[in-house]
C-alpha cells in the first residue's frame, strides 16, 4: 500500500533528530504517550542488533477527541505513530503514518480531522528539514 506515511530525512545524528522530533511534536500540539524502543526490544527478545529506531506514540486529544466521535473504532489506529531511525551515524529519517490514509480504512466522515492531523504532521515534519 503505497503512500501511506509522511516522511523527512534529516542530515542529523539519531539523538538530536529524537529530540527534534519531540519538539516539532510538541509545537504542533502533539504529546507522546508512548514510546517503543525497537532496538533495544528486538535485541532483548531476539537477540538481533537493528539500526537504532523508535516509535513515539503522538496524540492531539481534540483531533483523537473528534475521530472518536466519528467512529469509536478509529481507537485501534490511534495514536499517531512516528517512528524515528537511523540510516547512519549522521542521517536520520522520520516517518508518519498518513491520517490520510485512515479514511481509506474508516470511512469518509473521517476526512475533515485526518487532513488536520496530516496537515499538523507534515508541518512537524517540514519544520525539521528547514536551516536550523
Same mark, same amino acid.
Given at each position: #500500500? =503505497?503512500?501511506?506515511?509522511?516522511?523527512?530525512? !534529516?542530515?542529523? =545524528?539519531?539523538? @538530536? %533528530?529524537?529530540?527534534?522530533?519531540?519538539? @516539532?511534536?510538541?509545537?504542533?500540539?502533539?504529546?507522546?504517550?508512548?514510546?517503543?524502543?525497537?532496538?533495544?526490544? +528486538?535485541?532483548?527478545?531476539?537477540?538481533?542488533?537493528?539500526?537504532?529506531?523508535?516509535?513515539?506514540? @503522538?496524540?492531539?486529544? =481534540?483531533?483523537?477527541?473528534? %475521530? +472518536?466521535?466519528?467512529?469509536?473504532?478509529?481507537?485501534? #489506529?490511534?495514536?499517531?505513530?512516528? *517512528?524515528?531511525?537511523? !540510516?547512519?551515524?549522521?542521517?536520520? *529519517? *522520520?516517518?508518519?503514518?498518513?491520517?490520510?490514509?485512515?479514511?481509506?480504512?474508516?470511512?469518509?466522515?473521517?476526512? =475533515?480531522?485526518?487532513?488536520? %492531523?496530516?496537515?499538523? !504532521?507534515?508541518?512537524? +515534519? %517540514?519544520?525539521?528539514?528547514?536551516?536550523?
Amino acid at each position: #500500500m =503505497p503512500g501511506y506515511t509522511l516522511s523527512a530525512t !534529516l542530515d542529523r =545524528p539519531y539523538d @538530536a %533528530a529524537v529530540a527534534d522530533v519531540r519538539a @516539532a511534536l510538541a509545537d504542533q500540539g502533539f504529546g507522546v504517550l508512548t514510546e517503543i524502543d525497537i532496538r533495544a526490544t +528486538l535485541a532483548a527478545k531476539l537477540g538481533v542488533e537493528v539500526a537504532p529506531q523508535v516509535i513515539l506514540g @503522538a496524540c492531539r486529544p =481534540p483531533l483523537a477527541h473528534r %475521530a +472518536l466521535e466519528i467512529d469509536p473504532s478509529v481507537a485501534t #489506529m490511534l495514536p499517531c505513530n512516528v *517512528v524515528v531511525r537511523a !540510516l547512519d551515524d549522521d542521517t536520520t *529519517v *522520520v516517518e508518519a503514518f498518513d491520517p490520510g490514509a485512515m479514511t481509506a480504512l474508516a470511512g469518509e466522515e473521517l476526512a =475533515p480531522v485526518a487532513e488536520e %492531523a496530516r496537515t499538523l !504532521l507534515t508541518a512537524a +515534519l %517540514a519544520a525539521l528539514t528547514e536551516d536550523r
